[in-house]
């Protein structure tokens, strides 16, 4: 999934305060669950009004599609929650991302959490906000800030959202690192170039660029580990990955050393065609 996944959520020309009042106001479940049966209905119009009003509904109607696309017994129907459930989040996405506009931190943080989440909608809740830390901050949360975070989790109609209403915060304090990410969107940018002989010289220079980054980031080695995987693979490392299970590891505080791993990586990633 490309960088460029921002530009496409900005381009959304949606009607911002009808989507921000119809978040806010009140709905009944019942009238939510109306809409959701409605959705398996033999008459078209009846499924096409259904679901213009879940849209219209948006955020607050997220967790009863979600759990019926979870239950729903006929495929058609599935699907056709399924879609309903893009369109909302991309609308919240489109709103959450006009926040991210008004700030002085680079759009490509949150770019870069939502192509983690998107890749990996299986991430646990503790996982997500874990990588929210390590990708603003360079750190894994403590007790207290992983609680605050679970409950706002706790709270949300979406995972996504919920994830960048947390970094917005983090990424604008003192202990935010732009620089990892900045030096990881120019090997992306480095790998789309044409040409393949300038690709090929653009992407070691940028991938340097980013080991040594990576070798300053974090706190501890096992930060920069997951850093790593989490950048490139959009992932942890598993258990037996990266010294994990009792394996040594070598030490990324050393530059050429994070430069090794990250290469591993990705070309792993060209590999499962994840990039």
């Not at 090929?200 to 850093?227: I, V």
Request: overall charge positive; aromatic content about 6%; proline content about 5%.
């Amino acid at each position: 999934m490309s960088i460029r996944f921002a530009a496409a959520v900005l381009v959304i020309v949606c009607d911002v305060p009808h989507l921000i009042s119809a978040q806010t106001a009140p709905r009944s479940e019942d009238a939510v669950a109306k809409r959701i049966a409605q959705l398996g209905d033999a008459n078209y119009r009846v499924r096409e009004q259904a679901g213009r009003a879940l849209v219209r509904i948006g955020g607050p109607a997220l967790p009863a599609l979600n759990r019926a696309a979870r239950t729903s017994p006929l495929l058609e129907t599935k699907r056709r929650i399924e879609i309903l459930v893009e369109r909302i989040e991309f609308n919240l996405l489109a709103v959450e991302a006009k926040n991210w506009q008004m700030l002085d931190s680079p759009y490509y943080v949150k770019d870069r959490l939502v192509q983690i989440l998107t890749r990996k909608p299986d991430l646990s809740d503790d996982q997500i906000v874990a990588a929210v830390y390590l990708i603003t901050v360079n750190r894994t949360p403590t007790k207290k800030e992983t609680a605050r975070a679970l409950a706002k989790f706790a709270e949300a109609n979406s995972r996504t959202i919920a994830a960048l209403q947390i970094a917005r915060p983090l990424i604008q304090s003192k202990e935010a690192n732009a620089d990892l990410i900045y030096s990881y969107l120019q090997v992306v940018n480095a790998a789309e170039t044409p040409n393949f002989s300038d690709r090929y010289t653009r992407t070691n220079e940028a991938m340097t660029r980013f080991g040594t980054a990576l070798s300053k980031a974090a706190r501890t080695n096992a930060n920069r580990a997951d850093l790593a995987f989490l950048f490139v693979l959009s992932r942890f490392p598993r258990p037996r990955e990266f010294g994990r299970g009792g394996s040594t590891s070598p030490d990324l505080s050393n530059a050429p050393a994070a430069l090794k791993l990250v290469r591993a990586l990705w070309d792993k990633a060209e590999l499962m065609r994840l990039r």
